[in-house]
Each structure stands twice: as C-alpha cells, then as structure tokens.
Nanobody
Framework: VQLVESGGGLVQPGGSLRLTCAAS????????MAWYRQAPGKERELVAI???????NYADSVKGRFTISRDNAKNTAYLQMNSLKPEDTAVYYC????????????WGQGTQVTVSS
C-alpha cells in the first residue's frame, strides 16, 4: 500500500490550501485516514482523523479552520485548510490504516506547507 500526498505550498496568512492523499496498492479496505504534521524542532502531531464509520476529530489548534474528508470510491482523503496561520507551517503527513487480509498501516512521504507573508 502506498500513500501519496499533494497540494502543499506557500500561502499567505489567512489563505487556504487543500491537501490530497491518494492510496493505492493492495488496499481492500481503509478503516482510518488521518493527517499529521511536524514543524521544525517539534514532534509530529495529529491534525485530523476520520474513521470509515465515524465522526472526524481535530486538534484544538485547527478546529473550525480545517476539514478532513474522504472519497471512499477513490481511496482518497483530503484536508481543506482555511484561515491559515504562520504556526500552521509544517510538513503534513497522511496516515492510513486498513485491511487486506492483514491489517496494514502506512505513511505518506509528506508535503510542505508554509504560511508566510
């Protein structure tokens, strides 16, 4: 199973970006998709998580600004980020967990998001 992120870049404070995570390979089913981020000198932290049959949860720092969603038919997850702040600057990683006869977990390679004027 592979996860590939896209959509990162440089944006001004107050702007928006949409990240995409596409899963491929021997997936069969995806139970959980999530987004994490890691800023320089800091630990990786959970941003948003969306179970296949459940409600999304968000870090307090992004509630009301970020929205996680999934397109199960395309095995793709999205992270819509609005009202971006400089403190949102980080490498964003997609995470997936599913089942294909065995439980699998996988990380994407990461995509850089920089919020700066």
């Amino acid at each position: 199973v592979q996860l590939v992120e896209s959509g990162g870049g440089l944006v001004q404070p107050g702007g928006s970006l949409r990240l995409t995570c596409a899963a491929s390979g021997s997936i069969f089913s995806i139970n959980v998709m999530a987004w994490y981020r890691q800023a320089p000198g800091k630990e990786r932290e959970l941003v948003a998580i969306l179970p296949s049959a459940g409600i999304a949860n968000y870090a307090d720092s992004v509630k009301g600004r970020f929205t996680i969603s999934r397109d199960n038919a395309k095995n793709t997850a999205y992270l819509q980020m609005n009202s971006l702040k400089p403190e949102d600057t980080a490498v964003y990683y997609c995470y997936g967990r599913g089942y294909n006869g065995y439980t699998w977990t996988q990380w994407g390679q990461g995509t850089q998001v920089t919020v700066s004027s």
